[in-house]
């Protein structure tokens, strides 16, 4: 199977901050990656798929890029609301998550 | 409105079975795959498994194989998933989302909980 590997597993940042999230895949999965959102108590909100595009809804100041096996997840300016645990997934195999990366404020 | 709710977690004792619901609204339902998720306590997402629109497909993981069973009712607008033998280990979460055609998913229930304990 393949891995996704998340790094940071945890991230403090202040707001007004540049953050950026990575996740290696095991093997490639050409651009076949998407980006969660997820906050205590609530569900997973899709914010990025196909490695770079942004959902419907989803503020620009999220960004997504790579190809192959390296993605990174990147946050321009870091908003009070983006305090979370982000998630990447694959679906060029298994539908395999990251282990996540939490955003705590600094 | 767009609407996906989760029911039938609950206490379990290991060796038991769960069925679990999900009720779909604010969309097509039988135009799309389905895919149930699961959070067990402070950790990671799990895809379980998913079924195809017409029900005539199915996958899980591969670790889950074996007692789960996932099902759908396109005139319910639900799909459900199925657990026997339960372990400690499938407390989690339950999830419910839609799959699409790619593989993500892009929107999602707010779970239902299910506790495997004696």
């Known amino acids: 199977d393949i891995q996704m590997t998340q790094s940071p597993s945890t991230l403090s940042a202040s707001v007004g901050d540049r953050v950026t999230i990575t996740c290696r895949a095991s093997?490639?999965?050409?651009?076949?990656l998407a980006w969660y959102q997820q906050k205590p108590g609530k569900a997973p909100q899709l914010l990025i798929y196909q490695a770079s595009t942004l959902q419907r809804g989803v503020p620009s100041r999220f960004s997504g890029s790579g190809f192959g096996t390296e993605f990174t997840l990147t946050i321009s300016s870091l908003q009070p609301d983006d305090f979370a645990t982000y998630y990447c997934?694959?679906?060029?195999?298994?539908?395999?998550f990251g282990g996540g990366t939490k955003v705590e404020i600094k | 409105e767009v609407q996906v709710v989760e029911s039938g977690g609950g206490l379990v004792k290991p060796g038991g079975s769960l069925r679990l619901s999900c009720v779909v609204s604010?969309?097509?339902?039988?135009?799309?795959?389905m895919s149930w998720v699961r959070q067990a306590p402070g950790k990671g997402l799990q895809w379980v498994a998913n079924?195809?629109?017409?029900?005539?497909?199915?996958q899980f993981a591969g670790s889950l194989k074996g007692r789960f069973t996932i099902s759908r009712d396109n005139a319910e607008n639900s799909v459900y998933l199925e657990i026997n033998g339960l372990r400690d280990e499938d407390t989690a979460v339950y999830y419910c989302?839609?799959?699409?055609?790619?593989?993500?998913?892009?929107?999602w229930g707010k779970g239902t909980t299910v506790t495997v304990s004696s």
């Open positions: 989302a839609r799959d699409l055609p790619n593989g993500y998913f892009d929107v």
């Open positions: 093997q490639s999965i050409i651009n076949r």
């Open positions: 079924i195809r629109e017409d029900g005539g497909a199915k």
């Open positions: 604010g969309f097509s339902f039988s135009r799309y795959w």
């Open positions: 997934q694959e679906y060029n195999c298994c539908k395999i």
